[in-house]
Nanobody
Framework: QVQVMESGGGLVQAGGSLRLSCVAS????????MGWYRQAPGKQRELVAS???????NYADSVKGRFTISRDNAKNTVYLQMNSLKPEDTAVYYC??????????????WGQGTQVTVSS
């Protein structure tokens, strides 16, 4: 069984910071890319940031310079440091991990989501 679990969401005032964590656990061969997505009310889920095993990162334009994604491969964990938060960052944030339970085949796994609310 494989499980992906986020933590660290909460309520913060505009300009504040939060750090989200996501841990993958269970039986698997490896984790490839990991990423953070978010979905605000009435909007589609969007990619916030992603990171490869080699630590190559990609960010949505709206969060560049404010958010930082990182990972600890030894801990099967990905982080999202969110600084200078804005009300428009309010959303449910989901962790995604491309997990290899078999060699040469990666399957996406999703966490349950964690609410981030930024007040003005």
């Amino acid at each position: 069984q494989v499980q992906v679990m986020e933590s660290g969401g909460g309520l913060v005032q505009a300009g504040g910071s939060l750090r989200l964590s996501c841990v993958a656990s269970g039986s698997f061969v490896a984790i490839d890319a990991m990423g953070w997505y978010r979905q605000a009310p009435g909007k589609q889920r969007e990619l916030v940031a992603s990171i490869t095993t080699r630590a190559t990162t990609n960010y949505a334009d709206s969060v560049k310079g404010r958010f930082t994604i990182s990972r600890d491969n030894a801990k099967n964990t990905v982080y999202l440091q969110m600084n200078s938060l804005k009300p428009e960052d309010t959303a449910v944030y989901y962790c995604n991990a491309d997990i290899r339970r078999m060699i040469s085949r990666a399957t996406p796994y999703w966490g349950q989501g964690t609410q981030v609310t930024v007040s003005s």
